[in-house]
């Protein structure tokens, strides 16, 4: 569990820009709006050679195992540089992963088959088994003066529109390697 508090360096960094509605001009300092987006992450096992995507009905042969990911933002530096910029320092300062791995083999049981695409995918990512996996995911949040938590987001990972084989296929498409360690987080986990 993480416990903030108000002594922390929220941004990560001393300083950070945002402009608030309703001020006349930007200022230097930590988010006043920390925020973060439920995630999970492919770690991966064997890489593939620089050059050579990865098939997609092999691309499950490359994931060692997942975790969970949280993606930190500082959503009021966020929204001051978004246009033209997108986010950028908003979101480059922390990722927390959980601190253990669960392999494919255990997750197997929980296995179900993945939304169906609409449209299709291109040829390069039409799979054979298009599968996801059955994990509901919630985050409760406590904060450090209260005894109790709440619960302030729901989700399953068999939601996903883009399956986590998927992913690490069209992410070496243009040629790009894959090293074992590599953690690709899958991008905000949505309802139905």
Same mark, same amino acid.
């Given at each position: $569990? ?15 820009? /945002? ?10 300092? *930590? ?8 995630? $999970? ?11 050579? @995507?990865?098939?997609?009905?092999? /691309? ?13 933002? !500082? ?35 929980? /296995?179900?088959? !993945? *939304?169906?695409?609409? *449209? @299709? ?31 302030? &987001? ?10 986590? &084989? ?19 987080? &899958?991008? &905000?986990?949505?309802?139905?």
């Amino acid at each position: $569990m993480c416990e903030i508090s108000d002594r922390d360096n929220y941004s990560g960094t001393e300083e950070g820009q /945002a402009h608030p509605a309703g001020n006349p001009s930007p200022y230097f300092g *930590p988010t006043l709006k920390l925020d973060f987006e439920l995630e $999970m992450a492919t770690i991966v096992g064997p890489g593939n050679e620089l050059g050579k @995507p990865v098939d997609i009905n092999n /691309a499950e042969d490359h994931i060692f195992g997942l975790v969970l990911l949280n993606d930190w933002s !500082a959503r009021d530096i966020q929204a001051w540089e978004y246009v033209p910029l997108g986010p950028f320092l908003g979101k480059n300062f922390a990722t927390s992963i959980s601190p253990w791995i669960v392999t494919l083999d255990a997750l197997e049981p929980f /296995a179900c088959e !993945a *939304p169906k695409q609409d *449209p @299709p995918p291109l040829p390069y990512l039409a799979e054979k088994v298009s599968k996801n996996y059955d994990l509901s995911l919630e985050v409760h949040i406590k904060p450090v003066d209260h005894k109790d938590s709440s619960v302030v &987001t729901r989700s399953n990972l068999k939601h996903l529109y883009w399956t986590l &084989t998927q992913q690490l296929a069209h992410h070496t498409i243009n040629g790009c390697n894959l090293r074992p360690g590599d953690v690709l987080g &899958t991008g &905000t986990i949505s309802g139905p």
